[in-house]
């Protein structure tokens, strides 16, 4: 067995001494540009799943090196953030410390795994040359208008003291603390991120997403097309509602209302509420208030709500009034807060009226209204409609849409669920947003030449009681002097969200050191796009979307000079962990031993039971990479990481099938034992290697990795069997292999050659050797497979028919053959009766 641990500190330590993978901005070259997700540093370091992203690009990247390539394969930290914040006040450290040490821990596990990062072009986005080009970008924002200050409903946890993002509150809870969220009233940072919806959804075309990325986008954002219609009231107020379904306005029999809704307030003022009738509204407010707008919006969530009596909505199409309910399910900040129910085509609103005991209507034949709202009605035909009737759906679309525009109460409209991006955190340890608010000036940005705008020296990093920044009780920093007319100002006190500093870090890669520009116009014009971004399905959504964002913010500013970030993307899936099963009693509680440990449960094989799901601390089922690498090493890692399967599918961890990557490379090793002369393929290994350097070339760019190391296995047991491999065989199965396992095969390569096998070219392949000489054919009878035959590759149809025929002569005796079917080079079924 050889020494991997000295091998590998060897090459790690020679690989850093000389920049082997630093490159430079010669244009000359052709780029490739492959990027990963920059990790945020924990201070947990690693577990085995963060490495499967990081291993996979690195062999792209490697191999892209090989065929000469200038390739640009960068790493850097996302370390601003709540976590370092909490550990910093729990610790009494500064925030910035913490970063610090948790970075030297990371990037000592990533240089371990053998990465080939170019590290001179490391970036940290709490660097104040870093983030002074995140608060340059916000200031173009604002100065575009596209940045705005506004108040409104946020999700507030009680504890964090801090705005959530809906995905962030589970069950009205904090997804990171468990305590209880309200919803709270507070100024906030925007940015119109939907002024740009629709080039965010065109512009997917233009790009190689998987589908199921680009869907996940196309969801978020959410484009349908309808109409907006005025209804008036009673109460001399006219609501609004955006519906995609105006055909259905004479099944309308109610409407529903945000609880948030100005009528709301009006209706509670007016004193046409009795007070049970007045206390009923503004308990159900309060009560929606503590709900996360995911929440809300559950379908199999009961349906609740109050009617605001006294005031009658009136339905435009018949002049009918119809009643008003507030209920949580619609939402303020969707559409207009209001909206035209129609039970008999709308499964919340068919529940809704069920519970209310509203009247139902069709208006679109096809369906039993009397059990189920019927909304499969695309092909349906308009009833109980008026002049709509005996339409179809689409026609008495475009119908109803010119009457309403006609009659002067309703016209087309194209919505998005898409919101603008709430910027604003109550917190520390981010980026000073680089505005001041002046009594006469109003909002006004700093001068340019004032960036970065530092943070300051804070005794407490907490918020305040009153879920202010802790910037805010600092006079030293608040008070200063507008930037327009010189008098008294204030300076904005909220920091940037996290999203902030990974908007746009993939161009800081471009030219990290530049003090001018954010980066180099030549730079950007020959590294972006992005050509290869690869990340956890997690982050195709809000991140992707908000890096798109920016950058198109960027090209049409004349910043960058394409209008997509990244040419492709692809994500991995997780590698899952597994998690012990424990023994409970007929009540339900764990059942313990003497030291009040959990039991474990016992399969009927004796075996302990488990579970499979994501590695978590709280579940005690995390791998450290650390330990592996200890005891199998890096190149080992990395192979099974690889191995484990599908990569873009979730995998298990089980440590006891490692054993078959160390195996593997102890074989590789052990090929010296074979050693002897020979500058070309052998006649019997030549078709062996023109055919898994193209599996191997193919499956990298592919992503399956899994089969191209099954053929590089395979490979090595062809050459075993031939009993010997020359020093031209050895060196190119190494080359082949070093993407995967860098370490061993730089020290095999440099123990073979005396060279380094980064300065190697990638091994090419002849199409002439990857043909097979002979095919295997599946012989069937009536489908039934009977048995299988090794032909000639380019064998005929008759002389196939021939062979198969003898082949299963007893199946077929007596028999009449109906029909033969052919598959070249892969089965003959014989019909017969």
């Not at 399910?329 to 129910?341: F, N, P």
């Not at 947003?433 to 300051?456: H, K, Q």
């Not at 190494?734 to 995967?740: A, C, K, R, V």
């Not at 007893?810 to 017969?832: A, E, H, Q, R």
Request: aromatic residues 12%; negative net charge.
């Amino acid at each position: 067995m050889y020494d991997f641990k000295a091998i590998e500190q060897k090459w790690q330590k020679y690989w850093v001494e000389n920049n082997t993978f630093h490159c430079e901005n010669d244009f000359t070259k052709p780029k490739f540009y492959a990027l990963v997700e920059f990790p945020y540093p924990s201070g947990q370091g690693l577990h085995v799943g963060h490495p499967r992203s990081y291993t996979a690009m690195d062999i792209v990247a490697r191999k892209r090196r090989l065929q000469g390539y200038n390739v640009l394969f960068p790493m850097g930290w996302d370390a601003f953030g709540l976590p370092t914040e909490n550990f910093a006040i729990q610790h009494h450290i500064h925030p910035a410390i913490v970063t610090e040490n948790n970075i030297k821990r990371f990037k000592s596990q990533l240089q371990s795994i053998g990465l080939s990062f170019d590290w001179q072009r490391e970036v940290d986005t709490t660097d104040p040359e870093y983030f002074k080009w995140t608060q340059w970008i916000f200031l173009k924002l604002f100065e575009k208008g596209l940045a705005y200050k506004k108040e409104m409903a946020v999700n507030w946890c009680t504890n964090c003291k801090v705005v959530l993002a809906n995905e962030e509150v589970i069950d009205g809870e904090c997804e990171r603390c468990h305590s209880e969220v309200i919803r709270k009233v507070k100024s906030q940072w925007m940015l119109k991120i939907t002024a740009y919806a629709q080039r965010l959804l065109d512009d997917l075309e233009t790009v190689d997403y998987p589908e199921r990325v680009k869907l996940g986008q196309i969801n978020w954002i959410g484009r349908s097309t309808g109409a907006e219609v005025d209804f008036k009231t009673t109460a001399d107020y006219t609501l609004r509602v955006y519906t995609t379904r105006p055909d259905t306005l004479f099944g309308a029999t109610y409407m529903v209302i945000s609880p948030e809704h100005p009528l709301v307030q009006r209706i509670v003022e007016s004193g046409t509420l009795s007070e049970e009738d007045k206390k009923a509204v503004l308990d159900y407010v309060v009560k929606s208030a503590k709900e996360s707008d995911f929440d809300r919006t559950e379908m199999n969530k009961d349906k609740t709500g109050v009617q605001l009596k006294g005031v009658m909505a009136i339905n435009p199409v018949n002049n009918k009034e119809i009643p008003i309910f507030i209920s949580d399910y619609v939402l303020m900040s969707y559409g207009t807060g209001a909206i035209m129910a129609v039970p008999a085509h709308d499964t919340r609103d068919y529940e809704f009226a069920k519970v209310f005991n509203l009247p139902i209507i069709e208006v679109v034949s096809g369906g039993d209204i009397e059990k189920e709202a019927f909304t499969d009605c695309a092909t349906g035909v308009m009833v109980n409609s008026d002049f709509l009737t005996g339409l179809s759906v689409e026609e008495a679309k475009v119908k109803i849409a010119d009457w309403l525009t006609e009659k002067g109460v309703g016209e087309r409209k194209v919505n998005f669920k898409l919101r603008d991006w709430i910027f604003s955190r109550q917190r520390y340890w981010g980026e000073p947003i680089p505005i001041v608010y002046c009594e006469d000036c109003g909002y006004v940005a700093l001068p340019e030449s004032e960036l970065p705008l530092r943070l300051p020296e804070v005794e407490s990093y907490e918020p305040t009681t009153t879920g202010e920044s802790p910037l805010s009780t600092l006079d030293s920093f608040i008070n200063c002097k507008c930037p327009k007319c010189g008098k008294d100002a204030k300076r904005e006190t909220d920091t940037m969200p996290q999203w902030a500093g990974s908007s746009w870090y993939f161009l800081r890669y471009a030219d990290p050191y530049n003090t001018e520009k954010l980066a180099s116009d030549e730079a950007l014009k020959y590294w972006t796009p992005v050509d290869w971004y690869n990340g956890g399905m997690e982050h195709t959504t809000l991140h992707l979307l908000y890096s798109r964002f920016w950058h198109k913010f960027l090209y049409d500013i004349g910043v960058v000079p394409t209008s997509e970030p990244y040419a492709k993307r692809t994500s991995q899936g997780m590698i899952l962990g597994k998690t012990g099963v424990c023994t409970k009693s007929a009540n339900g509680e764990y059942i313990l031993d003497e030291k009040g440990e959990k039991i474990p449960e016992i399969d009927k094989n004796g075996e302990q039971k488990f579970i499979i799901e994501k590695m978590s601390k709280s579940r005690g089922n995390v791998i450290n990479p650390d330990d592996v690498i200890n005891e199998y090493g890096a190149d080992v890692l990395r192979l099974y990481e690889m191995f484990i399967g599908d990569f873009e599918k979730s995998a298990p961890w089980d440590t006891k099938n490692i054993i078959g990557c160390r195996r593997f490379t102890e074989r590789v090793e052990n090929l010296k034992t074979i050693l002897k002369e020979g500058d070309s393929y052998s006649e019997k290994l030549i078709k062996n290697f023109h055919k898994t350097a193209k599996k191997v070339t193919e499956d990298i760019e592919n992503i399956k990795f899994n089969t191209a190391i099954a053929a590089l296995m395979t490979l090595l047991n062809d050459i075993y069997e031939t009993g010997e491999v020359n020093k031209k065989e050895f060196a190119d199965f190494l080359i082949l292999l070093n993407p995967f396992a860098p370490h061993i095969t730089a020290e095999l390569f440099f123990d073979l050659t005396g060279e380094y096998i980064h300065n190697q070219k990638w091994v090419e392949f002849e199409e002439r050797y990857c043909i097979d000489d002979t095919v295997e054919m599946v012989v069937q009878v009536n489908g039934k497979i009977k048995t299988r035959l090794t032909v000639a590759a380019d064998i005929s149809k008759d002389e196939v028919l021939d062979l198969a025929k003898n082949a299963v002569e007893k199946d077929i005796v007596g028999k009449t053959i109906i029909k033969n079917i052919v598959v070249p080079k892969k089965l003959v079924n014989f019909v017969v009766k």
